[in-house]
């Protein structure tokens, strides 16, 4: 039973938005395809776990923090006996551990070491229990998802769970006894209740507004659209067609994340959306899907969340 859903986090869509609006130094580009290659990995292996027992209580994607110290756990199933805290790598490639060193072999380069990794998050969270009230035993995982992974290594690690061994390490969870109760739920309230969201802006790459280029994005792939027929936008890449107003809806809501600090205005809109020449389209669905704020020409919009 999955109690906490996994969602993509706020660093990785808001560098989606500017990989598609502005060219980015190529350590950026890296750094935004291994997030979402990690994504990727997790969600398969989230896939991958549908066909758990009922009985375990799944969480995915906590960030927690512990005598100042933040950790972030990957899953964490819930059993009456026991916690598995589970760390998903989507690592692709031939990679080689010698001792604590890992190294990938094609293009040769040192890496962190992911079972150090895994150790300092099953201490903080076992802390982290302690000063809840509770005390289960750990089982930590390092699960490795993706079928072209080969590690070699010269000595056997039972944490590791290499792609062939997924079926068999779930069909082991699955004939172990797990029946949650009242106190395994309440367990993962309380940890979803201290789970953060860690402002994203300090890991972005500068930016301003002028830099970055104007228009609605395709939401199927990502390219800023260039033709408009009627009240459809068409995308010039791949052929997409959506309707105006959810097209800006969905620019609005990327407008509101790249800069936080601006006010919502038709204007402003009207400028970033670009290619729908209409203002009084623009003023029309900002009227109808958000809250507008004052009554003169200067008035402004927000969420109707706020």
């Given at each position: ?21 502005m060219i ?95 150790d300092r ?162 003023r029309r ?22």
């Amino acid at each position: 039973m999955v109690i906490k859903h996994r969602q993509k986090s706020l660093v990785i869509k808001l560098m989606s938005f500017l990989h598609a609006r502005m060219i980015l130094p190529e350590k950026e580009v890296n750094n935004y395809l291994n997030l979402v290659k990690g994504f990727e990995g997790e969600q398969k292996s989230d896939t991958w776990l549908e066909e758990l027992s009922k009985d375990y209580l799944i969480v995915h994607d906590l960030l927690l923090e512990y005598n100042h110290s933040k950790f972030q756990i990957d899953t964490l199933l819930i059993a009456y006996e026991k916690i598995y805290l589970l760390d998903v790598k989507n690592y692709e490639g031939d990679y080689c551990a010698e001792g604590d060193k890992w190294n990938k072999l094609t293009p040769k380069k040192e890496i962190k070491n992911p079972l150090h990794q895994l150790d300092r998050c099953e201490t903080l969270l076992r802390a982290l229990l302690t000063n809840l009230g509770y005390r289960y035993p750990i089982e930590s995982y390092l699960i490795f998802i993706n079928p072209e992974f080969h590690l070699y290594q010269t000595t056997i690690n039972p944490s590791i769970i290499f792609p062939t061994q997924l079926n068999r390490f779930l069909k082991k969870l699955n004939e172990r006894p797990s029946k949650s109760n009242k106190r395994q739920f309440n367990l993962a309230e309380q940890l979803i209740s201290l789970h953060t969201i860690e402002s994203p802006y300090p890991y972005l790459p500068a930016y301003d507004y002028d830099q970055l280029e104007k228009g609605p994005l395709c939401s199927k792939c990502f390219s800023i659209f260039t033709e408009m027929k009627g009240l459809k936008l068409v995308c010039g890449h791949c052929g997409c067609q959506e309707e105006v107003e959810s097209a800006v809806v969905r620019s609005v809501d990327e407008f509101m994340l790249l800069f936080p600090d601006r006010k919502i205005t038709t204007k402003g809109i009207h400028e970033w959306c670009h290619i729908v020449k209409s203002e009084k389209t623009i003023r029309r669905v900002l009227k109808k899907n958000y809250k507008r704020i004052g009554s003169s020409i200067s008035s402004n919009y927000v969420s109707r969340k706020d």
